[in-house]
């Protein structure tokens, strides 16, 4: 039987406390989400003046990076270059920049989803806590 690394809450905390940080850092008013390999929900925290919304889309896309094992935007790249086909994608639904998965010797632990700013500042907030991990 094969044996997998997955992500322990100390791990989650340690994430969720470095995004939080570069997001405070930055003033950036987002909401952090962390997923299992699964794509099930470990961590949600919206911080104080993000979007309601934002509460929605974080998820979505650490799901969608997470079950696709790739950054959420490359969805986004693919549909914006034509492939509208992937807009009927089973069970992904942030397919948006800002979903990036974690991923440790070639295995994804899960993801983190960050929304509330530009797409491209929410995925480094996400970056910057799964950089946390070492």
Not at 41 to 55: E, F, H
Not at 111 to 131: H, N, Y
């Amino acid at each position: 039987m094969e044996n997998k690394p997955y992500l322990t809450l100390a791990d989650v905390k340690r994430i969720a406390a470095a995004a939080e940080a570069e997001a405070l850092a930055q003033e950036w008013p987002v909401t952090i989400a962390i997923v299992d390999d699964g794509g099930h929900l470990l961590w949600l925290q919206r911080l104080d003046g993000a979007a309601p919304v934002s509460s929605h889309i974080a998820p979505a896309k650490a799901r969608t990076a997470a079950l696709g094992r790739r950054e959420s935007r490359v969805y986004e790249e693919m549909i914006n270059q034509g492939r509208a086909s992937f807009l009927s994608a089973p069970a992904l639904e942030g397919m948006l920049e800002g979903g990036v998965p974690i991923l440790v010797g070639g295995q994804c632990l899960g993801a983190v989803g960050v929304s509330g700013v530009k797409s491209s500042e929410d995925a480094q907030v996400a970056k910057a806590g799964i950089a946390a991990l070492g």
